[in-house]
């Protein structure tokens, strides 16, 4: 984990407009050097405006930015030496092999033809890539292309890197393996930015968790402190008939964390607590007839995500992590 006291990236009161649209309102963000900080948040909520902005593709309307303490509007030339971006389309060309792709983009950074070579030999290694390096791009899976794709983005050895929705459209054995990268790239101290939709991913990879909503941050924090403060256990229920169901949903009241009545479900937080669940089930369901079945849940980004922004995670974040 980096020092918070010299962030690596630095947001402060961000603001972008398009149009009568305002997809930043004021966002303030800090991130660690050599750690791994997920954007999280559904369609619309700011996150690849925030990564154009700190990459110094777009300016924003009001409030600043810097990388490595440099300014991403008045300085942004030295800034994009600093920093990589790898974003949801793979940015290769499908004529070219591999190895010329990386070549290429290698001694566009400067690089010598042979340390050019070296630096393609190597990333080709790492990115288990070795075995195609003489193939056309075109033959590429979605996985490979994926990874050949983000080994570009370290041809010039960044020191920031930001990753755009990496894995959106991978199977799971794909999206494993950029995982792992991932990892791997932020214990070799590079600063990793990554927004993403799929919950497990900001789970397993993030050091700390940043949740958009409406181009404003919710909450920030890492996931098992988000998962505290903003998801709880939960006592889920299915009522028996839609008659039950509406009782128990007045009884409940405000507690009611989230309802579905064509389903009859209802779900309640808890602190865990074994007695507390006996005296609510017999607080919905006085005469016992009335709850169908009941489930004990423990917090998930899933909970995070529906509590900050009023919204379940989108269905491919749910099924990649299992809710």
């Known amino acids: 984990m980096g020092e918070w006291t010299t962030p690596s990236v630095e947001a402060v009161g961000l603001r972008k407009s398009f149009g009568a649209v305002a997809v930043l309102d004021g966002l303030t963000l800090r991130v660690a050097r050599g ?7 559904p369609n619309g909520a700011g996150k690849t405006t925030t990564v154009r902005i700190l990459s110094t593709l777009s300016a924003p309307d ?3 930015a810097r990388v490595d303490g440099l300014d991403v509007v008045r300085d942004r030339r030295r800034v994009r030496r600093l920093i990589s971006l ?6 290769l060309d499908d004529a070219q092999t591999g190895a010329e792709n990386l070549t290429m983009m290698a001694r566009l950074a400067g690089l010598s033809r042979p340390a050019a070579r070296r630096r393609t030999a190597d990333l080709l290694e790492r990115f288990d890539l070795a075995a195609a390096a003489g193939r056309r791009v075109s033959t590429y899976s979605g996985g490979m292309r994926r990874r050949l794709d983000l080994a570009a983005s370290l041809v010039g050895s960044p020191s920031v890197i930001f990753l755009d929705e990496p894995t959106t459209g991978l199977d799971p054995r794909g999206r494993q393996a950029l995982w792992e990268v991932v990892a791997e790239l932020a214990a070799g101290g590079v600063t990793v930015l990554l927004t ?8 397993r990879l993030a050091d700390r968790v940043a ?10 924090g890492t996931a098992e402190e988000l998962k505290r403060r903003f998801g709880a256990h939960r006592l889920e229920l299915t009522m028996r008939d839609d008659e039950r169901f509406a009782a128990a949903a007045r009884r409940l009241g405000s507690r009611v964390a989230h309802a579905d009545a064509g389903r009859r479900e209802l779900a309640v937080p808890i602190d865990g607590d074994a007695p507390q669940v006996r005296r609510l089930l017999d607080e919905v369901d006085p005469d016992r007839q009335g709850v169908e079945r009941f489930h004990l849940r423990t917090a998930t980004l899933d909970d995070v995500f529906l509590t900050l922004t009023g919204q379940a995670a989108p269905a491919t974040a749910r099924e990649v992590a299992g809710v």
């Open 86 to 91: 790898a974003g949801q389309h793979a940015a």
């Open 62 to 64: 009001h409030g600043s």
């Open 196 to 203: 993403t939709q799929y919950l497990e991913e900001a789970d």
């Open 35 to 41: 750690t791994v900080h997920a954007l999280l948040g």
């Open 211 to 220: 949740v958009l909503h409406a181009g404003r941050l919710a909450a920030e």
